[in-house]
Structures are given as structure tokens and as C-alpha cells.
């Protein structure tokens, strides 16, 4: 089975979609000084990101767990939340596919800190 892997661009557009999300639901969800909640989300720490994980991802961080967010499976993958890799081919034991869903998740996180730290610079983006 071949795993099928994403551009650059088409992950950008992915996590451009998710932060015009975030925007709508948690204002100021990529400040620093966002009050921490404890197990119920807090402030996003870029050294502790880590897009595979329910709790240290993006939504993770700022909800407590990727598993609160009204959001299907589709959705998560179509805002950069979640490896389409790892959505559609979970349970595929292989080695392409495991070194693909790793790959796709170490993009999706420097895109996502790029984000953060253009917001925490106070560079607009879309």
C-alpha cells in the first residue's frame, strides 16, 4: 500500500483553514497570556507541541484534548488538527504508512508554530 503523501501548500492551506477556525471560536487563542485552565486547555506552549497527541496538540493545548472539539475526523483533517494519513489508514500496520503519518505530523507542527509565533510577533496572517 502506497501512503499518500501532501505538498507543502496543500498542508499551509490546511492549517490556514484551521486558524480561520480558531478565530471564530477562541479569540486570541495563539496569545501567551491566555488564562491556563489546567486539564481544560490553557495557553499554547510551542516546546511541548506535539500534533499526534489528543492532549499537547494545538487543540489539545487550548481545550485540554483534540477529543472535545465539535469536529469530525473530516473537519479535523481539513483544518490541519489531525494527519490525513493518520485519519484514514489508523490500523494499517505498515512502515510507509507509519513513516508517512510522521512525516505529515512534523509538517502540520512547524506549520502550526510558524503560525503561532507570526501571531505572537504581531505579523498579520491570513
Known sequence: MTAPTMTTSE???????????????????????????????????????????????????????????????????????DASVGAYYRGTDTVEVGEAMADEFDALRELWIRVIEQRRAGVDVP
Open 11 to 81: 498542508l499551509q492551506e490546511r492549517v490556514d483553514r484551521g486558524v480561520a477556525w480558531l478565530d471564530s471560536r477562541i479569540p486570541n487563542w495563539w496569545r501567551t497570556d491566555r488564562p491556563d485552565h489546567g486539564d481544560n486547555g490553557g495557553p499554547i506552549n510551542l516546546d511541548e507541541l506535539v500534533m499526534s497527541h489528543n492532549c499537547y496538540c494545538v487543540l489539545g493545548q487550548l481545550i485540554g484534548n483534540y477529543y472535545r472539539a465539535d469536529l469530525t475526523i473530516d473537519q479535523a483533517v481539513a483544518y490541519g488538527f
